[in-house]
């Protein structure tokens, strides 16, 4: 009886473990088999323990180049589509117009419909504008695709704001930039931030259309499709668990920082 008691107190607690658990189980396997050392081409069978993967991260030809590429499109897209949509944000929250509520529909269009749809429609018209598949196609096209996701993380956060704290600012004689710079901007840094951290992610996971609009350029999520067609090496193991770390590292510091700034309020 006491055992039931203490599970219908606690059964929330116990089903967001178990939930967390099973997100978590593909990164244990990724981290796992990162220290693995196969005797075949696929890395799938667990054979002995080895760090050669880890001393030698760049030891598979085109691996760190398409990595390296990866992040470069991801930080330019996310730059891009953070400041678009940081800006249509805000107009379609402070300021009225013409089809203000046509633009608030098509914005979620691109969360909407498959990514094989979009990643066609760019392809098309790539090729009827002439364009050369590559590097400024695949950032053109993670511009777009990310562009919806900044616009509805940033609206969240300006409707929220309170306006009278703009309004307060100004009756304290601040101008209109200082009154971005020292109210405005700081309210909606957590929504830019979130929309800037998603549209990373997505730009830098994404294959359907980069694969679409690519050409002959190969990225880290193209390249661990390929590899998978041949072989997978222990090296795209090391270089998700790396990132799954340092993706961790980031939340857990941001947290820290939270706590101590709440702490230094109260």
Same mark, same amino acid.
Request: charged share 10%; hydrophobic share 55%.
């Given at each position: 009886?006491?055992?039931?008691?203490?599970?219908?107190?606690?059964?929330?607690?116990?089903?967001?473990?178990?939930?967390?658990?099973?997100?978590?189980?593909?990164?244990?396997?990724?981290?796992?088999?990162?220290?693995?050392?196969?005797?075949?081409?696929?890395?799938?069978?667990?054979?002995?323990?080895?760090?050669?993967?880890?001393?030698?991260?760049?030891?598979?030809?085109?691996?760190?180049?398409?990595?390296?590429?990866?992040?470069?499109?991801?930080?330019?897209?996310?730059? %891009? +589509?953070? !400041?678009?949509?940081? *800006?249509?944000?805000?107009?379609?929250?402070?300021?009225? $117009?013409? @089809?203000?509520?046509? &633009?608030?529909?098509?914005?979620?269009?691109?969360?909407?419909?498959?990514?094989?749809?979009?990643?066609?429609?760019?392809?098309?018209?790539?090729?009827?504008?002439?364009?050369?598949?590559?590097?400024?196609?695949?950032?053109?096209?993670?511009?777009?695709?990310?562009?919806?996701?900044?616009?509805?993380?940033?609206?969240?956060?300006?409707?929220?704001?309170?306006?009278?704290?703009?309004?307060?600012?100004?009756?304290?004689?601040?101008?209109?930039?200082?009154?971005?710079?020292?109210?405005?901007?700081?309210?909606?840094?957590?929504?830019?931030?979130? %929309? +800037?951290? !998603?549209?990373?992610? *997505?730009?830098?996971?994404?294959?359907?259309?980069?694969? $679409?609009? @690519?050409?002959?350029? &190969?990225?880290?999520?193209?390249?661990?499709?390929?590899?998978?067609?041949?072989?997978?090496?222990?090296?795209?193991?090391?270089?998700?668990?790396?990132?799954?770390?340092?993706?961790?590292?980031?939340?857990?510091?941001?947290?820290?920082?939270?706590?101590?700034?709440?702490?230094?309020?109260?």
């Amino acid at each position: 009886m006491a055992f039931v008691n203490w599970f219908k107190r606690n059964v929330v607690v116990i089903a967001g473990l178990l939930t967390l658990a099973y997100l978590l189980l593909p990164n244990v396997v990724v981290t796992v088999f990162s220290f693995n050392k196969p005797k075949g081409r696929f890395n799938y069978q667990w054979q002995e323990f080895s760090t050669d993967a880890w001393r030698d991260p760049c030891g598979v030809s085109g691996l760190c180049g398409s990595l390296g590429l990866s992040l470069q499109i991801a930080l330019s897209a996310t730059l %891009g +589509a953070t !400041l678009l949509g940081t *800006l249509i944000a805000f107009a379609l929250v402070r300021y009225r $117009f013409r @089809a203000r509520g046509a &633009v608030n529909s098509l914005i979620f269009l691109p969360m909407a419909m498959p990514e094989v749809v979009m990643a066609a429609s760019l392809l098309t018209l790539f090729l009827n504008m002439g364009a050369e598949l590559g590097f400024w196609t695949i950032l053109i096209a993670h511009i777009m695709f990310c562009l919806s996701f900044v616009v509805v993380a940033v609206k969240a956060r300006v409707m929220s704001m309170d306006p009278r704290l703009e309004q307060a600012a100004q009756d304290l004689y601040a101008g209109p930039v200082q009154t971005f710079l020292r109210v405005t901007l700081p309210i909606a840094a957590p929504g830019i931030a979130a %929309g +800037a951290l !998603l549209a990373f992610a *997505l730009s830098f996971d994404d294959f359907i259309i980069t694969n $679409f609009n @690519a050409g002959s350029t &190969v990225t880290f999520p193209m390249f661990v499709w390929g590899s998978a067609q041949r072989g997978t090496p222990v090296q795209i193991n090391v270089i998700g668990t790396a990132m799954f770390v340092v993706a961790v590292a980031l939340v857990l510091v941001s947290m820290a920082v939270g706590n101590r700034r709440k702490r230094q309020k109260a």
